[in-house]
């Protein structure tokens, strides 16, 4: 056990408005945490109800003589707040931690724990979340070879980061396109930049935060058309947030803090080669980083059916699902199997998953799948007729996909025909019938065709009649073939 003297310092970082219904127990909850060595900076942003003073007694009843109190004359909003009162302030600790004044930590040794890995070198720590509904968060790890910003939002409660960090943060950060300061996403504005500094992260995959979603206050309660959690406020702003460049990076993930993300236990301190073939290694390996940051693949394999995917070949999927867009949309056609892991890299993202089948049957048999799996949030199943389809010599038959407007792009289409009921020649056909529906920024189409032969004759017949893609054989785990379009 590490002595309390070696512990980080840390500052939690509280911003309400309006929350008189919850701050006591957020507050309590705070003051249950078996790490005492914390300072509190709240800020009640122009609360119009009894918010402040409810916060003002507690904290000098839970934490005297351990707490800045801040009132706002004016609504600033969280980004303005960071700007204005958490900035000046990151020389009181070492690292802060993220908590809104609606919300409660519910374990009480998580910041202990947290400081324990600042203690070890880490920058960024989290945790998963629930809601005050009893659903669970889609929070999970980060590959460190691969940009925050292509990875999705992942981070969000109950986020924590070395103090340091946000000194480097520029101001315009926290501000929007037009200069004004973000009033929504304003978690993702400040996680961004301070992930785009450091690739010493560390996820702690437990429940360690309680979301307050049924706050009337709350963005997406006040939005008719909000998607999930997430306002069309909210969504606006998080794309502009991921469309800015990323600040550089200055602090790579170190040999040991990236072992212990990336390597199970099994293989950590071996050569690769010496555990069953390197081939089983990386297996292993991305099999441990993706049930970690993707808890819900267990229960899509568990019902996949015959032949499930193996960690390299989902692994190669979950790239390719992200390498265009945060927030994908995706068209899915063929077996199950892949349509479930799917579901799982994009569950808790405003992302689209559609999924195309040509009979009741099929139709039956994946919403069986996907309810058995747990997931049916942002799934759509659309049933259209089997059509012949032809290319150049070849006809076989094809979901006709004249159903969908042309107007809908898809950033990812995966055409999986492996076992199924499909010719083998249909695979064939996946690109030409697709053309009008593939995103002109850019697209990734995966096939899976009942042979390699297959996969390597459609490869060569797109290719000698388009201009501009790219295409990859054995490139999905060591499988399927792989068309690039676009940048």
């Known amino acids: 056990m590490t002595e309390i003297a070696n512990r980080a310092k840390a500052l939690i970082f509280m911003t309400a408005r309006d929350c008189e219904m919850y701050v006591r127990q957020s507050l309590a909850s705070l003051s249950r945490q078996t790490h005492d060595d914390l300072h509190v900076l709240f800020v009640d942003d122009c609360s119009e109800d009894d918010t402040g003073i409810i916060a003002a007694a507690l904290l000098n009843d839970l934490f005297p003589n351990r707490h800045t109190f801040i009132r706002n004359d004016a609504r600033w909003g969280k980004s303005r707040n960071v700007w204005e009162h958490l900035r000046p302030r990151t020389n009181m600790a070492e690292f802060i931690v993220i908590l809104d004044g609606d919300d409660q930590v519910i374990i009480p040794t998580i910041v202990d724990r947290m400081s324990q890995c600042y203690t070890d070198g880490q920058d960024v720590v989290w945790t998963n979340f629930i809601t005050d509904g009893g ?43 037009a200069g004004q300061w973000y009033m929504a996403a304003c978690d993702i504005a400040l996680a961004l930049p301070i992930l785009d500094q450091t690739r010493r992260y560390e996820f702690i995959p437990v429940n360690a935060h309680r979301y307050t979603a ?161 997931q049916t949030d942002r799934i759509s199943i659309m049933e259209t007729e089997a059509t012949n389809v032809s290319f150049e010599d070849v006809s076989a038959i094809f979901p006709d996909t004249r159903q969908i407007s042309e107007d809908v792009k898809f950033d990812l289409v995966v055409v999986d025909l492996r076992n199924t009921a499909y010719p083998a020649e249909s695979a064939l056909l996946a690109l030409p019938a697709l053309a009008n529906n593939l995103s002109p920024l850019g697209f990734n189409l995966c096939v899976f065709a009942e042979d390699r032969a297959i996969e390597e004759l459609a490869a060569k017949r797109w290719a000698s009649v388009s201009t501009g893609l790219k295409f990859c054989l054995d490139a999905i785990g060591g499988s399927g073939l792989m068309v690039v379009g676009g940048r």
Not at 166 to 174: I, M, Q, S, T
Not at 226 to 240: E, I, K, P, V, Y
Not at 361 to 369: C, F, L
């Open 214 to 374: 049924t706050n009337p206050y709350s963005h997406h309660n006040l939005d008719p058309q909000s998607r999930g959690l997430n306002s069309t406020a909210q969504q606006r702003s998080a794309q502009d947030v991921f469309n800015k460049p990323p600040l550089p990076l200055t602090r790579p993930a170190k040999n040991a803090a990236a072992e212990r993300v990336v390597a199970p236990a099994s293989v950590e301190s071996r050569p690769l080669a010496t555990v069953a073939g390197a081939g089983q290694a990386w297996q292993e390996m991305a099999s441990e980083i993706l049930i970690a940051g993707y808890p819900t693949l267990l229960d899509a394999q568990s019902v996949a059916g015959r032949d499930p995917l193996t960690p390299m070949q989902i692994w190669a999927l979950r790239r390719a699902t992200f390498e265009r867009s945060e927030t994908p949309n995706i068209l899915h056609i063929g077996a199950p199997r892949s349509a479930l892991v799917l579901a799982s890299l994009i569950s808790g993202l405003d992302a689209g998953l559609n999924c195309l089948c040509i009979s009741p049957e099929q139709v039956g048999d994946i919403e069986a799948r996907f309810i058995a799996s747990g």
């Open 135 to 177: 659903g669970i968060g889609g929070n999970g790890a980060l590959d460190p070879n691969l940009s925050p910003r292509r990875q999705g939002w992942k981070t969000s409660h109950l986020f924590s980061f070395r103090a340091s960090l946000l000194d480097n943060v520029p101001e315009g950060y926290l501000r929007d396109s």
